[in-house]
């Protein structure tokens, strides 16, 4: 098992607008998706929130959905 962390604090992706207004999520592409993959983006309100993109196999994120503990501590009421 492998976990690999990325991020770039210097590419602003929320503020990024192409003619269609700024982005309401970001992605990486599918040439750098893996098991065990987390990106990490600055997030859109800014100031201390972020993004994050986690690519996990199926059966690992039904095992994360199932444990209670974990979800209470992820999820917002």
Do not use: Q, Y
């Amino acid at each position: 098992a492998a976990l690999a962390i990325s991020s770039s604090p210097r590419f602003d992706v929320f503020g990024n607008d192409f003619g269609w207004g700024k982005p309401v999520g970001v992605r990486s592409g599918s040439g750098d998706k893996m098991n065990g993959k987390v990106t990490v983006f600055e997030g859109p309100e800014r100031e201390g929130s972020m993004s994050l993109e986690v690519c996990l196999a199926p059966e690992a994120l039904e095992r994360l959905v199932a444990d209670h503990e974990f979800m209470d501590a992820v999820s917002v009421p």
